[in-house]
């Protein structure tokens, strides 16, 4: 999403973006906020906290190049967010959909109630897998018309 911000990227980026359950706030400070009104099922964001360490080292999680300024930035490029209602991302999901529109971008959010992490990708043990992945592609689809993409390979001449 970084280099989303970046003007030169935001003029000839994509038609949209779609985020599941994207992690804003690497300090976790919004996860572990959320965790006291409700425990995420899969991980407590101590465990998150260490395993999002181990990519970025010594480097303080509240560094401006780890927390990029949405809410500050040109507005981004329409966005659809999907988070599950039982993790503790859905804290991440919420702050960013804010910002996002803070800075004058459009921002579509879907919680899925009693949902965990990115369980689009379980459709086997979620049932709601297969109806969010639907709205993503209509989201897709939709972004992808009135951006003027006649293929999923580019703008049309």
Not at 57 to 65: K, M, N, T, Y
């Amino acid at each position: 999403m970084d280099l989303l911000l970046q003007p030169d990227v935001a003029v000839s980026g994509p038609a949209a973006l779609v985020l599941f359950s994207p992690l804003i706030d690497l300090t976790f400070g919004l996860a572990r906020a959320r965790e006291e009104l409700r425990r995420d099922p899969a991980i407590r964001a101590v465990d998150a906290a260490r395993l999002v360490a181990l990519y970025s080292g010594s480097v303080d999680p509240a560094h401006q190049r780890l927390t990029p300024d949405v809410a500050g930035g040109p507005p981004l490029l329409p966005t659809h967010i999907q988070a599950g209602g039982a993790e503790m991302l859905v804290a991440d999901a919420r702050h960013l959909t804010a910002d996002i529109r803070a800075a004058g971008g459009n921002c579509e959010l879907q919680v899925w109630p009693d949902q965990v992490h990115v369980f689009q990708a379980l459709p086997r043990l979620s049932p709601e897998a297969a109806k969010a992945m639907a709205q993503v592609a209509h989201f897709i689809d939709t972004s992808r018309r009135a951006n003027g993409f006649d293929s999923i390979a580019g703008k049309a001449g």
